[in-house]
């Protein structure tokens, strides 16, 4: 991280001093998530910045705060600073507690870090040029509801290991047996017309890209349910696909099984839509 700027609080850092205690606090507890953004402008943002607010608000018992025009200023000066072409790219919010009141458990000082993570290859959502192969692997997450450190490490564990199986994503298994997720992001299971994610009771977070493209779908005319799938109903499914900051990516294998790209593509394709739409792309509340 030392070699980009990284805006702190709204204040671009760049000097390796500047940065020595901001790596400290990157190890401490967070609650963080991804943004894509399209010319320098973050996409959706409105609607990420209440995910965060809900999510800080139920791990630490009050709103974080955030102004969303300013962090979208912010965005802007960041990606600049650390030379981004014009285009797509992704940028990393991090929320931090920093110090909590021992007697409330309440956070006296709160911080905020934007980082830029990559610049990247197409211009709003689309659908990824390589399907992938999955393995789905048992493994719990604390606070599972929300994107935060200890879910960031758990994915990060968790996608080494089957990597080493040959894999190239993993699907997590909760305690319940449900297939939840791929990696942190939303995961969907293809019947027919019906598209199947996991509720979130499930213990799964709320993101935008779980959002867009069950708006996607529903835009489609197709039928979206939650349902808590098993590991065992995944060798049935017509096709797999996943949803990150990029768009769509299919799952061509996964156990033995093999899928097609069909409902997947169509879902990428309207993302790709709604990404680029003037009228939609950085409307607050759109959903």
């Excluded at 509801?145 to 699907?171: F, M, N, W």
């Excluded at 996964?254 to 680029?276: A, F, Q, T, W």
Aim: charged share 20%; proline share 5%; with cysteine.
């Amino acid at each position: 991280m030392k070699g980009d700027s990284l805006s702190f609080n709204g204040t671009l850092l760049r000097q390796p001093e500047q940065l020595s205690d901001i790596d400290l606090l990157l190890g401490s507890n967070f609650i963080y998530t991804r943004i894509h953004t399209i010319d320098y402008k973050g996409l959706f943002l409105n609607e990420i910045i209440e995910i965060c607010e809900w999510s800080y608000r139920m791990m630490y018992g009050v709103g974080f705060g955030l102004d969303v025009a300013l962090i979208n200023e912010e965005i802007e000066s960041l990606l600049v600073r650390n030379n981004y072409p014009i285009g797509s790219a992704s940028i990393m919010l991090y929320l931090f507690p920093n110090n909590v009141d021992p007697s409330t458990r309440m956070p006296i000082k709160k911080s905020y870090i934007l980082s830029c993570r990559e610049q990247l290859l197409y211009t709003g959502y689309t659908n990824w040029h390589a399907g992938v192969i999955a393995d789905i692997l048992p493994y719990d997450i604390p606070f599972a509801y929300h994107q935060t450190s200890a879910s960031l490490t758990a994915h990060k564990y968790a996608e080494d290991y089957v990597r080493r199986r040959g894999a190239h994503i993993v699907l997590r298994e909760n305690t319940d047996n449900i297939v939840v997720s791929a990696s942190e992001y939303p995961l969907f299971g293809v019947v027919g017309r019906e598209v199947r994610i996991a509720p979130l009771s499930c213990g799964m977070p709320d993101s935008i890209e779980r959002v867009i493209a069950i708006t996607a779908a529903n835009s489609l005319g197709l039928n979206v349910v939650e349902y808590p799938h098993t590991k065992a109903e995944f060798t049935n499914y017509d096709e797999i696909f996943y949803v990150t900051p990029q768009g769509v990516t299919s799952i061509v294998e996964c156990e033995g099984s093999v899928y097609p790209n069909i409902i997947g593509r169509k879902v990428g394709d309207e993302l790709h839509r709604m990404s680029l739409d003037p009228v939609t792309q950085f409307n607050n509340n759109m959903f």
